[in-house]
């Protein structure tokens, strides 16, 4: 199993920008498919953006298209997430996933998981 390690959250205003990392270890990086979710509270886990191993596919939930991207750096063992213009909605404590399967879109999917980095948007 991989164990994963979030950073980079914080507070900071509706347009501004933010940039998450994971960064994974106990397991061999490239061969993982990486994923972040958030969830606010209340709320179910929801899908954010998701990238395959090779960096040949990439996926993002409408609500961030355009605005967040998800990129790797396997030779860093590390996946990041960069946040921009971020709305009050995008308040929730951001999670990266590891999975060697598919079905990216579901957290059911990801069987390790980050403890959590928190970004609250004020508006």
């Known amino acids: 199993q991989v164990q994963l390690v979030e950073s980079g959250g914080g507070l900071v205003q509706a347009g501004d920008s933010l940039r998450l990392s994971c960064a994974a270890s106990?397991?061999?990086?490239?061969?993982?498919?990486m994923g972040w979710f958030r969830q606010a509270p209340g709320k179910e886990r929801e899908f954010v953006a998701a990238?395959?191993?090779?960096?040949?596919?990439?996926k993002y939930a409408d609500s961030v298209k355009g605005r967040f991207t998800i990129s790797r750096d396997n030779a860093k063992s590390t996946v990041y997430l960069q946040m921009n213009s971020l709305k009050a909605e995008d308040t929730a404590v951001y999670f990266c996933g590891a999975t060697t399967g598919w079905g990216l879109t579901a957290a059911r999917a990801f069987g390790s998981w980050g403890q959590g980095t928190q970004v609250t948007v004020s508006s």
């Open positions: 990238i395959t191993w090779s960096s040949t596919y990439t």
């Open positions: 106990g397991r061999t990086f490239s061969g993982l498919n």
